[in-house]
């Protein structure tokens, strides 16, 4: 079981910026993917951006490319999400979450291969 610790929504103006953090409890996995999704009211979750640990390979869905950025500090065990310029659109619940597969079937591994989540931190994008 790998607890995710979740932090830095906010309530931010169009154009914006904030960065969410994210901290997975000790565990024994050396090689994993994080994931960050999203959830919108009235809307399905969806994928954000992932990135392998301790790897160069990371994944934005089409929205996050160019505003957003993901990153890692092996250091503070962190995971973190940068999201400049952000939109009304952007207003969302944003999920951490945690794929143990070393290798997993897809790149970036499907929502159902991730095996723990984060509770979410609200972001609001509002004038």
């Known amino acids: 079981q790998v607890q995710l610790e979740e932090s830095g929504g906010g309530l931010v103006q169009p154009g914006g910026s904030l960065r969410l953090s994210c901290v997975p409890s000790?565990?024994?996995?050396?090689?994993?993917?994080m994931g960050w999704f999203r959830q919108a009211p009235g809307k399905a979750r969806e994928f954000v951006a992932a990135?392998?640990?301790?790897?160069?390979?990371?994944s934005y869905a089409d929205f996050a490319k160019g505003r957003f950025t993901i990153s890692s500090d092996t250091a503070k065990n962190a995971v973190y999400l940068q999201m400049n310029n952000l939109k009304f659109e952007d207003t969302a619940v944003y999920y951490c979450a945690f794929d143990p597969t070393t290798i997993p079937s897809q790149w970036p591994p499907a929502e159902y291969e991730y095996d723990w989540w984060g509770q979410g931190t609200q972001v609001t994008v509002s004038s």
């Open positions: 990135l392998k640990w301790n790897r160069p390979v990371t």
């Open positions: 000790k565990h024994g996995f050396s090689t994993f993917t």
